[in-house]
């Protein structure tokens, strides 16, 4: 049997061992028994949650989601709609009766419509294509919503038609847009996202916007129900300044679009105030810095006034909520590898009121949370920690209650690994680095365990004290997992995530190896068993890594970039890299990508090394993987691919991928610790 046929059969075998030898452990099949809450809705009076619930699909391999009530005491937990089905984004009407959802029970996603005195629900759509980003008018007599609609350019050249009865080959695309793949949609089909509104009763939907731009991530009625407010690029140089959104209004009866805010850079997800007086939005003046922090405006619409809300000092909004009397805002915003939830009075103060938010993100700790605010300033918001996913929290007069334990069938019956805070110093300029060590079931500190180094992508992201079942199952195979915050991450301020703009990789290098070092100063480490892996901009690490040291005995390379000029001119968004990553084109400073590209320094690669990507990744393509595969062949260095079917930069983005992910690695940093130890028992 060949070495590749050996790492699949590997593979294959992993889940039932580790099941068998560590049930009560967390395992690879625990992956499929995971639950989250997410999208919280509060009823009218505040005393009611609704929310999606999502589960796993073993049989189809995907997620289901359906849609849960709950008290705000906790009690009275009930289902509101049931089935194999994806039901989301539900948004309750204005008079509080019914919810507005998507649902893929009709064999498509479409509009349905739920009555909540007698659980009834309708499908009122019938659309081509998926809906989004649903909004009820503020007389809940129409829906808005967003729609891709597609569009035919026919080929510029004749061509001859095919005689009756013959097979010729497909016709040829003519493609002339700057983007035209996207990481997640292969290559995008002709047309663009415009703004509808549907009646509440169903029928013909009505199209507000066309042209050839995309509107709406987010929609805002007026307050007479006479426009909907939305973002969108509609500058003339749309494909080359991607950054440049505006919030613009556009007008049911005559379809007029009036541009709404006006400056350099992304204004994006406009919302109303109750009182129907002013709009809020977030965005930045664009600097093309790698790292830009979102800020919170207000418009008054009277005035045309627009100023900035001060928030929370140096930290950029996630998302927002008015509160009812249109005085106050409850915000989101990650701090110190947290993501917290604030209230702010306009003009006035503000009071943090959650410090746990997120555990939307099953595979790796990273941030991202959903929450509602009542009219009350009640705040029901995904509560999570290192043991447990996105569950259901309140937050009311100081206090913080828990609503669900969606995984206690799952997760006290096992043995899940602590996580600790670690804070150390950089060896390169003595900056504070904040990290997470994962310890094994059963840990004992006078033991000694291997270390995986797990290193988070981005860059410009943060890992924290959230759930991660890759890291629960590195510890669970008997692995001290270190993750940390390099510089170049987010939640620490504008200076420190800039420190890598136009210098990714570089002395976040120094930050990584001295979370290694210190982690080892704890004693419990065998320095020789030493495994460093990561993904997309962790990846690229990675490969960094073992480029600048032979200290790790194997390394798993996952969606990286491995050369920076291939990378920007594959690449999805090669505008955005190209502008905002480098001081110029390739072509102009070939220097500065070869510099920072690890390709540079494959030579000095001496680690076995496996390297694992989707075949379907438009965001770091397959060929930045085969890049360095071959290069590592070509010097004789140990190495292996490993190439996941049907999936794009979202990697693990079914359980059966996130299964295969992990397996792969553990596979490969076994297999070299195994050798390690079997050369120390003929060394004594």
């Not at 860059?459 to 940390?484: C, H, I, K, M, W």
């Amino acid at each position: 049997m060949n070495r590749l046929l050996k790492i699949a059969a590997a593979i294959l075998i992993a889940s039932p061992a580790l099941a068998e030898e560590q049930s009560t452990n967390f395992s690879y099949e625990d992956v499929f028994n995971l639950e989250y809450a997410s999208d919280p809705q509060f009823s009218n009076d505040g005393k009611s949650i609704y929310y999606v619930r999502n589960s796993m699909n073993k049989m189809a391999d995907n997620k289901r989601a359906n849609l849960w009530r709950i008290s705000a005491d906790g009690k009275d937990h009930r289902p509101l709609t049931s089935g194999d089905y994806s039901d989301y984004s539900p948004r309750l009407s204005p008079d509080g009766k019914t919810i507005a959802f998507i649902s893929s029970r009709s064999g498509s996603p479409q509009i349905h419509l739920l009555w909540l005195d007698n659980g009834q629900n309708l499908q009122i759509s019938h659309l081509p294509k998926s809906p989004s980003n649903i909004q009820w008018s503020r007389d809940g007599k129409q829906i808005a919503f967003t729609m891709f609609v597609p569009e035919s350019k026919p080929l510029p050249v004749e061509l001859p038609g095919a005689p009756e009865g013959a097979e010729w080959a497909k016709q040829p695309q003519f493609i002339d847009n700057s983007i035209y793949r996207a990481d997640g949609m292969g290559y995008l089909k002709q047309g663009h996202t415009q703004v509808f509104v549907i009646p509440r009763e169903g029928g013909t939907p009505r199209q507000l916007t066309s042209g050839e731009f995309d509107h709406g991530s987010s929609l805002a009625w007026s307050k007479n129900n006479d426009a909907v407010y939305f973002s969108a690029n509609r500058h003339p140089d749309h494909e080359i300044e991607l950054m440049n959104s505006e919030i613009y209004r556009v007008d049911l009866k005559d379809g007029n679009i009036e541009q709404i805010t006006e400056r350099f850079g992304p204004d994006h997800h406009p919302q109303m105030s109750p009182d129907g007086k002013k709009l809020a939005y977030l965005g930045f003046e664009d600097q093309r810095l790698g790292y830009q922090q979102h800020n919170l405006r207000i418009i008054d619409l009277d005035s045309g006034e627009s100023r900035k809300v001060q928030t929370a000092k140096d930290r950029s909004i996630s998302n927002f909520y008015w509160l009812g009397d249109s005085k106050r805002i409850a915000y989101s915003y990650d701090d110190q590898g947290s993501t917290k939830i604030a209230i702010k009075k306009i003009g006035g103060s503000d009071t943090v009121v959650v410090s746990d938010a997120g555990g939307l993100s099953l595979g790796r700790p990273y941030s991202g949370t959903n929450f509602a605010a009542s009219k009350r300033g009640a705040i029901a918001y995904t509560q999570t920690n290192p043991q447990h996913p996105a569950e259901l929290a309140l937050a009311h007069n100081g206090k913080v209650k828990a609503l669900t334990s969606l995984n206690n069938d799952v997760m006290p019956l096992r043995n899940m690994a602590r996580v600790e805070e670690i804070n150390y110093k950089s060896s390169f300029d003595g900056r504070d680095i904040q990290g997470w060590v994962a310890y094994p079931p059963n840990f004992d500190p006078k033991k000694k365990y291997p270390l995986l180094l797990e290193i988070h992508g981005g860059p410009f992201s943060n890992y924290g004290p959230r759930f991660a079942a890759e890291v629960q199952l590195f510890a669970a195979a008997g692995y001290v997992v270190l993750y940390t915050n390099p510089r170049g991450s987010t939640s620490y301020g504008h200076e420190f995530a800039n420190l890598i703009h136009h210098n990714y990789p570089s002395q976040d290098y120094d930050d990584l190896m001295a979370g290694v070092d210190a982690v080892i100063d704890q004693g419990y480490i065998d320095e020789g068993q030493l495994f460093v892996t990561g993904g997309s901009g962790g990846g690229t690490l990675t490969a960094w890594i073992i480029g600048k040291t032979d200290r790790f005995r194997a390394a798993v390379v996952a969606k990286p970039v491995i050369n920076w000029e291939s990378f920007v001119l594959t690449a999805d968004y090669s505008r955005f890299f190209t502008k905002y990553w480098f001081s110029g084109m390739p072509w102009e400073k070939p220097e500065e990508y070869r510099r920072r590209s690890p390709l540079t320094y494959v030579g000095n690669v001496t680690t076995p090394t496996m390297l694992l990507t989707g075949e379907e990744d438009y965001r770091t393509p397959m060929s930045e993987t085969e890049q360095f595969y071959q290069a590592l062949k070509l010097n004789d260095v140990e190495a292996a691919m490993v190439r996941i079917p049907g999936a794009s930069h979202s990697i693990a983005a079914r359980p059966s991928q996130m299964i295969a992910k992990v397996a792969s690695i553990l596979y490969w940093f076994d297999q070299h610790k195994s050798e390690r130890e079997s050369e120390d028992l003929v060394s004594n």
